[in-house]
């Protein structure tokens, strides 16, 4: 579209290419294969006047140099990274498992105890030395509660940061996910719902640490209440029995902890399991769409076809014009008073070759 700039002033359009030729001001816009557009021009004009509009179809033909490798290695890491996860996650689970099957026998093993203090009266003495070493034994399991604690925290954190440098690398404008916010933030993003329950299991994870070294912990001092009771069992042998029982729901209670933890790392494996499925091939899917995208543009695939004639074979470009009306003042025309002339045989016969 070619405006006279001594017409129209105050040019105002978007998305148009402007060149100035003279007094002249072309505005050109450009619509790719598939896409409409409401084009407008404001102004303000003077006696308007303007050539034709020129509308022009040619097929696409730009080169614009692509570099995949930048897309395809960031997710090339991200499926790497997720790869680890995963892994890391059935060595979890594996180690969950033996712990709540360990934790199982030994609470069964308390139940057994408690249930034969009765005639153990006569054998106190190897009750006690049992108590002292059990309690030995839980001192030192309780001694390591920090570094596990440690561990599951450190864990966690590390699984955040991942998801965070993930999500950060994809430029999806997220804000920093920790422990506090995760839920509600990715709780109405169905596409991100399988990076939920990875930080969902990881969370659980964590708690069920913490709820393990506190059960640890409280099992410590009812083995130390028990080693105590032994001492004393030749005056009160009730003690013992009380300090078996509350050893034994101690127990319980630790043992019903790890099978939720268990529990909770087997969702945690399907989730990361389901994610590390669903990204293995991510990479070849985003170099498939990026092709698919620039074909679109360009128009690779499409048959080139005539407009002149289907007889026409062998295209291989073609252009389509398309022009609007000019636009001119209109002129005042006059009615002649005078009556033409009569032209003889010679004029009129002039008049055909002119």
């Known amino acids: 579209m070619k405006l006279d700039t001594k017409l129209c002033e105050n040019i105002k359009t978007e998305n148009a290419t402007i060149a100035e030729a003279g007094r002249d001001k072309q505005l050109s816009y450009t619509i790719l294969p598939g896409k409409g557009a409401e084009i407008s021009v404001k102004a303000d004009v003077k006696r308007f ?8 179809g040619i097929k696409l033909s730009f080169d614009i140099p692509i570099d995949k490798s930048v897309f395809k290695a960031q997710i090339t890491d991200l499926v790497d990274a997720i790869g680890k996860i995963d892994g890391g996650a059935s060595d979890l689970l594996d180690g969950a498992t033996k712990l709540s099957n360990g934790m199982a026998q030994y609470t069964e093993g308390l139940n057994a105890f408690q249930s034969g203090l009765a005639p153990m009266k006569s054998g106190f003495d190897t009750l006690n030395a049992g108590a002292i070493a059990l309690s030995s034994g839980l001192s030192a399991l309780t001694a390591q509660n920090k570094a596990i604690v ?29 422990v506090e916010n995760y839920n509600t933030i990715l709780a109405n993003i169905p596409d991100l719902a399988t990076v939920k329950a990875q930080l969902d299991g990881t969370v659980q994870f964590t ?19 028990l080693s105590d009771g032994t001492t004393k069992l030749k005056s009160s042998v009730s003690m013992i029995a009380t300090s078996a029982n509350d050893l034994f729901q101690g127990a319980s209670q630790i043992n019903s902890s790890i099978a939720k933890l268990r529990d909770g790392l087997a969702t945690y494996k399907e989730g990361t399991g389901k994610l590390t499925n669903g990204t293995s091939d991510m990479d070849a899917e985003i170099d498939t769409k990026i092709d698919e995208l620039l074909n679109s543009i360009s128009g690779n695939g499409a048959n080139t076809v005539s ?3 289907e007889k026409n074979t062998n295209i291989t470009a073609v252009q389509f014009v398309l022009k609007t009306e000019a636009i001119a003042v209109p002129t005042t025309q006059t009615k002649s008073t005078t009556t033409p002339k009569q032209q003889g045989f010679w004029q009129k016969l002039m008049k055909l070759f002119q």
């Open 150 to 178: 440690s561990g599951a925290l450190a864990l966690q954190t590390a699984t955040f940061q991942t998801v965070n440098d993930s999500l950060s690398k994809m430029g999806l404008g997220l804000p920093i996910l920790t």
């Open 307 to 309: 407009f002149v004639s």
């Open 49 to 56: 006047e303007m050539e034709a509009i020129s509308i022009n």
């Open 207 to 225: 708690g069920g640490i913490l709820g393990y070294t506190s059960g640890v912990a409280q099992l410590d001092l009812g083995a130390k209440d």
